[in-house]
Each structure stands twice: as C-alpha cells, then as structure tokens.
C-alpha cells in the first residue's frame, strides 16, 4: 500500500508540474507572456510577480518571478534576464529557472512594428525525493533507519536542462498580436536516473486589441479612456486554455480588466468548458506600475482558497518617454 502510495504521489507531480505557469497578470506584466517584450518600452525596466495558488488545500503553491531588461536604441535590440521560481509545500518540489532574452525591432510600415525574439535558459527540477522514507530503508530488527535505498525506481531528487524558446510580436502604438513557442529542444523531465520524458512544446498565441468607439465621443472623461479585447491560447500536451476578456484603461494611470478562461478544445480531462474567472486591477505612478488580481475557480474542485498575484515595476525612463521621444508597446 506504502508503494501505491508513492507511485501516485510522483505520477500526480509528473501531472501537475509538466506544464508552464501561467500567470493571471500577463497582460499587466507581458514579460511573462512574450520575450519580444523585452525591452519594448525602449528603455530599462525591472519587475516581480508573486503568485500564491490553492492557499486552503494541502498543496499550497507559491510562484515567484523577476526579470530586468534594457534597450540598445542604435542596434534596436533589447536584452534582458528573468528568473523564476515555483515551490509546492506538501511534496517539497521546488523548480527555478533562469533566462536570458534577447530581441530585435523591424518598423514595418508608419504604424506597425516586426519583434522577433529568442531566449535561452537553465532550468533545474528538485522532487524532494529525498524527503521521501522507502521500504527497504526500515529496520525492524534494530528499529533503525538506512540511510541508502536499493528500490528499483531510482528516484533522483533533481533534474537539470537547458530550454530554448522563442517569439515574434506585431505591434503599433495601441494593439499587438504576437506567438510565443516554449522548449523548442523538448528538454528531458525523467524523475527517474536514465529516464527519458521529453517536456512538451508550450504555443500561446496572444492579442490586445484597442477598440477606438470613445475617440467619437468628445467629453473629457472618454477621451482619457481606453478599452481593449484580450485574447491568449495555449497548448501544451494534452492541455489546452483560452483566456478572453476585455480591460479598461483611464488616462493610462490606473486599468481593470477581467478575463475567463475556458477549454475549446474538450478532452478526457475537461469537466466544465469555464474553468476560471480572473479579475485584475493596474495602478501607475511616476515610473512604478503595481497590479493586483485574484481568480475565482468555477469548477467543483475543493475549495482551494482562490489564487492571488501581486506585482510591480519600475521604469528607469519614465520622464523622457513622457516627452514623447520615445514610442512603446501599449502593455498597462
């Protein structure tokens, strides 16, 4: 039964820590959406993301991630850094990830810009396997614990790989539509020693799309006021999600938006078409930027507490981009 038990236990970890994170604030913080972002304001800019999930339920998951980037105006590229973490409290899986971005810009026409981009990365994989008491590690005649273990399974406790991804984004002043294709070389998960368990190719394909029906109306408060479609789809294995929803931005200092996130694509897997609904809120100042949003689940799993992100950044050159000098991805 003991072994039932642990194979159930790595069999649902395989499961859960198979796919990308995904965050709720992506289109506050893009970043974590698209590397053509970086460096899309044509400036340097520093952030972090805290994601805390299922609070009320024994597999409590908390998500940290921080980038950096900059833009090189004469070669018209961007680099940049991002780092991320997740840590599960129950099993002690812990994964981090490094990478390291790097983008160019093509001006296609007056209005609309080419950015594509690749990112490399180191990832590393922790199980906590070593937290894990096994068979043949108890002793009954002496009521001592062995130190080694000799099941078959050969568990190793960490695993570690490089990742390549890669995106494109077109943008103008307002909108943009862009695609984003993760782990590109299928890097190698195997909890097992000489195991091979290729990690699937992550597609998203994302857009925000400016609807210009307030330009007509000439009151002060709609012309301060801005509403955008908000739309991403992703794939990933078996996996599938669309997030589609609407975000309203006043006088770009402070935004709201909500988006739901549903399964087009049906599968053994799928109990409900909705499975979530996301509420987000956005407030700027001077050259910080703060977002805030919470998911309410709609399905009828456990009630895990709901799932909060908080973020914020910073934006080195906030008051030369306000003289208009500059020109940048609309992402607040």
């Not at 129950?90 to 990830?97: E, I, P």
Request: proline share 2%; hydrophobic share 40%.
């Amino acid at each position: 039964m003991k072994k039932i038990i642990i194979l159930f236990f790595v069999f649902s970890s395989v499961i859960s820590f198979a796919q990308d994170i995904i965050f709720s604030q992506a289109f506050l913080v893009p970043e974590t959406l698209n590397s053509s972002f970086t460096g899309s304001i044509r400036s340097s800019k520093v952030g972090s993301l805290f994601r805390s999930q299922w609070r009320n339920s024994a597999f409590k998951t908390n998500t940290n991630y921080a980038f950096y980037d900059t833009w090189f105006e004469r070669y018209n590229t961007g680099i940049g850094v991002s780092f991320l973490n997740q840590s599960e409290s129950n099993s002690s899986y812990s994964f981090n990830q490094i990478n390291f971005n790097y983008a160019m810009a093509f001006q296609l026409n007056k209005t609309w810009f080419f950015r594509p981009s690749v990112s490399v990365g180191f990832g590393m994989k922790n199980y906590g396997f070593q937290n894990l008491l096994l068979e043949d590690q108890i002793n009954l005649t002496n009521n001592t614990i062995n130190t080694s273990s000799l099941d078959p399974t050969l568990l190793a406790s960490q695993r570690n790989f490089l990742d390549f991804s890669s995106s494109i984004l077109f943008n103008n002043d307002d909108s943009w539509i862009g695609l984003t294709v993760r782990h590109l070389n299928k890097p190698n998960i195997s909890l097992t020693e000489n195991g091979n368990a290729p990690l699937d190719i992550f597609w998203s394909v994302h857009a925000k799309y400016y609807l210009p029906f307030l330009e007509n109306d000439r009151t002060e408060f709609n012309r301060k006021s801005k509403v955008y479609v908000l739309s991403n789809f992703m794939m990933q294995g078996g996996f599938n999600r669309l997030d589609v929803g609407a975000q309203y931005v006043f006088e770009n200092q402070f935004s709201l938006g909500i988006t739901a996130g549903l399964t087009p694509i049906k599968n053994e897997f799928t109990t409900s078409s909705l499975s979530s609904i996301s509420s987000f809120v956005g407030l700027r100042w001077q050259g910080f930027r703060f977002g805030y949003s919470y998911d309410f689940n709609t399905t009828n799993f456990v009630n895990t507490g709901g799932i909060h992100e908080f973020s914020v950044s910073y934006d080195f050159d906030i008051n030369i981009r306000a003289l208009n000098r500059y020109k940048c991805i609309s992402s607040f």
